[in-house]
């Protein structure tokens, strides 16, 4: 048996970090406040996101996506496909960023203590938070654009067969 520990000590791999693109049918896009992070904008709260986080051990990336916008937002989505894998130093090394849609739940993180604030963003706002109030990560901030230029252009790296 492998011990997992052991072999990650000895071989720093580091997991990525997924997040998720999901849109509304007026083509908003979802966005999450955490209670706790390292950057806070310019009013003193933590800056917004897009859904996600890390990869647990032996998890699918699509996985990962989907119980991180449930647990962070109540919604349940289903991953259509993989728009970005962008290296990131300061965070798992590798960034994913998947998109989803909508299955079915209710605007209501699982955790109130952990998210502070879910909505749905136009391009317009998500780029108003970010130049006139500093509220979104710069990183997430250009995972947003990709995800709207990914919407709008049908730039596709790989889409999930249907099952």
């Known amino acids: 048996m492998v011990d997992e520990e052991k072999l990650e000590s000895e071989i720093p791999i580091k997991l990525p970090g997924v997040f998720n693109a999901v849109f509304n049918e007026g083509d908003k896009i979802l966005i999450v406040q955490h209670n706790y992070g ?48 962008l290296p990131y130093t300061l965070s798992r090394g590798v960034i994913l960023l998947c998109e989803s849609v909508i299955l079915g739940g209710e605007l209501k993180p699982e955790d109130p203590n952990e998210i502070k604030d879910v909505r749905f963003v136009s391009l317009e706002e998500a780029r108003e938070m970010f130049y006139k109030g500093s509220k979104i990560h710069r990183a997430q901030y250009k995972l947003i654009l ?18």
């Open 38 to 85: 390292d950057e806070l904008d310019l009013d003193g709260d933590f800056k917004h996101s897009l859904p996600g986080g890390g990869v647990e051990c032996n998890e699918p990336f699509d996985v990962t996506a989907v119980r991180e916008t449930r647990e962070e937002t109540g919604l349940e989505t289903r991953v259509i496909s993989l728009r970005a894998a």
């Open 146 to 163: 990709i995800a709207y230029q990914s919407l709008y252009m049908g730039a596709i790296q790989y889409r999930w067969p249907e099952i």
